[in-house]
């Protein structure tokens, strides 16, 4: 029976973390072993000059400058455990320019020296040149470090194909904004496969939740602890990649950031914040809508066909009732008024698409309405309103009669006994 690893219960991001952490150290301890092992080499090697037997004699001295070097490096490490490529680049690029900076005005200083003074005078002042070069190195290549560094978005305008900024290739991550987490739903989408990018929640994000966790109101409260939650269930997921990003922005508000930092990754934002869609939208930020998601996947129902829906309430028009299917859609019903609080079959005659969602425009059926095949006139027999109706028209179709040379009679006055009023 095979024992289970002590990594099996661990999310997959976790155990690589892990593994990470454990290389590390051993990458530390080799530094550390292969540092004094040279340093000792070096000291017991046989003596050759008097700089060598010195060494020897005092070995102490070069051990305590290795261990020192060791020391500084690991604290380097230590001190600073978020690098970040872009911020190494950045330093690494600057340093060349400063010291590619350096070598030209050097020449140009030599050569001026050269032309303008004696070789006697040049050799006097070779001390106090060489000191002058060191110290226009260390400004130069301080100066290419910190323009680097703050411009090195826009960098790559000046060296093409170069970005410093942190870009992802292939398919684009997506930002998970804080009422997204409230809202929940995006755990269900996650457990279908349908999310095949990557889910990036930045630190702000876990912020703001945290704050809404520690609220006094009841309601807040419950809100912040089923984001957290949501989270935690989230890198639990085993078909889902979910990053806690702790990249710096500029922007303090966390919808502002969000904004930003997409607008830097190249990243979609997932929300369902109505105000924040357009926000993003206006910044040419494109932006994933839960509940513009949940209105296209209700189900489409044509006019003709028969729903079931239980009446809940009364409509804005007078004899509207109001119902909803379980998906949420909103459905109307026609003259339903008496009907409410009954489950009644209706038959869709239009439908409308809202902001809000979709609204189904129906009318009950004979039956609910209280109209019974009895009371209905047999086919074939018009009804004594179709009767009336046809009549009139029935005398237009007949033949015309002889017409009588005389002038036909004027139509009598319904008042009778007193005359017309001409002003009428």
Known sequence: MSKPTPNADLHPLEAAARQRVNIIRLIRAAFLVLTVTFTLLSILRPA????SRMLAEQWWIPLCFSLALFGFALGVDLLTPRKKIATLTGVVVGVMVGMLATLALGFIIELLLKTWMEERAVKALEPVVSAMKILLGITLCYLGVTTVLQTQDDFRLVIPYVEFAKQLRGVRAILVDTSVLIDGRIADIAATGFLQSSLVIHRSVIGELQLLADSTDALTRNKGRR???????????PRLDVTIDDTPVQQKAVDAALVEL????????????????????????QVLNLNELANAMKLSLVAGESVTVRLLRQGEQAGQAVGYLPDGTMVVAEDGQPHIGETVTLTVQSSLQTAAGRMIFARLVAEEAGVT???QPPVGQPSAEASADAAPDAALAEPDRARSPFPPRPPASIRTGTPRNPRR
């Open 48 to 51: 050759q000059d008097d700089l």
């Open 227 to 237: 984001g957290l939650d949501l989270i935690a269930r989230l890198q639990r997921a």
């Open 262 to 285: 997409a607008r830097s990754m190249g990243a979609l934002i997932m929300t369902t914040d109505s105000g924040l869609a357009r926000v993003a939208s206006i910044q040419s930020v």
């Open 373 to 375: 095949p009895e009371a």
